[in-house]
């Protein structure tokens, strides 16, 4: 199973002046009404895992009102491993430890990854890109420190770029930038183009199991000096030298578009991810109950690459989910989630689970005497 949390401990984070909960096991579900800190747990958790949170938060929103600081451990342990993570948010800034040892976020993704489901997760079905390709980045990020360090490098190239456009620099100054942009972003976009092959395979896999063998899924990776055509399947994947070739060309076509938009239209923050059911886009043509096996699957698919890739099993974090999915998907998720992973759920009530799954499980009901 890999390393497994055992406890957690958070101090003026969130609504939680302190929260101790140990002798954490294989699945703990936290049941509660809403706003009543559930989400912040999961968020804590993640924080202290993937290094992130889904909620992308400022400093101030993280810390108690009225406190000054806060701090977030989790001790993990296996069978020859006991570690001590921590995150400490003071004076606007985050301090991460391990062991009590001063560590960067990019030394601790990966140790022990997490993946996180919430209902803002069912736009990865819906029509636009940008959901998408913040959640495969997530996944590499964790994946790879080459692959974090090549996102922070194209963001920061891409706001230079936008600032430069939006002043009206001359062209001296826009070429320079495109020379960095050529660079990092043909890379980006190789990078992201294998992981999403990896995963729209196990994604298909998935899926296929989900509806019962009646449909098939598919995904497309189009880059954006490729004419982006919704209703096809973009299977062609570039080389590095193709990349750059293809990205320093439409960038020098394109100029006078960005000119005029006074922003960037050309590199991996424009790269579309479509998928497919039974070739029909789903964002377009998907119902529903179709919506949701597709993200359940990527999801799913998510969890078993990071075993497959780091050899290590993802803790699995589900928030408020069971009641966006119907009884058989639901089935599915914790089916999966039994399988070896220790998986923490909030619900508002546990008439979602059969009893066989609340008697397996660590249940605590919120609030706990932890909030204000």
Known sequence: MGLTVRRLKFVDFRNYRELDLDGLGKLTVFVGPNAVGKTNIIEGIQLLTAQTSFRKPT?????????????????????????QLTLQLAEGKRKRLMNGKAKRAADLRGI????????????????????????LDALGSQLSASHHRLCSDYERALKNKNRLLKDEAPDSLIESIDEVMV?????????????????????????REISGGREELQASYTPSWVDHDPETVFTATPTRDEARAALQDSLAMRRSEERSRHRSVVGPHADHLDFFIDGRNAAHYGSQGQRRSLVLAFKLAETALIED??????????????????????????????????????????????????????VMELPLNACE
């Open 59 to 83: 400093y101030a929103q993280m810390v108690r009102q009225g406190a000054e600081f806060a701090r977030l451990d989790a001790w993990v342990s296996d069978d020859s491993r006991d570690l």
């Open 112 to 135: 022990v990854p997490s993946v996180a489901f919430t209902p803002d997760d069912l736009e990865l079905a819906r029509s636009a890109s940008s959901p998408r390709r913040d959640a």
């Open 183 to 207: 660079l990092i972003g043909a890379q980006l976009t190789c990078y992201r183009a294998a992981l999403f092959s990896r995963l729209a395979k196990a994604m298909g896999d998935y899926y």
């Open 309 to 362: 890739m780091l050899g290590q099993k993802p803790v699995l974090l589900l928030d408020d989910v069971m009641g966006e999915l119907d009884a058989t998907r639901r089935a599915a998720l914790l089916s999966f989630a039994l399988d070896g992973l220790q998986t923490f759920i909030t619900a508002t009530g546990l008439h979602y689970f059969d009893e066989s799954l609340v008697a397996k499980a660590d």
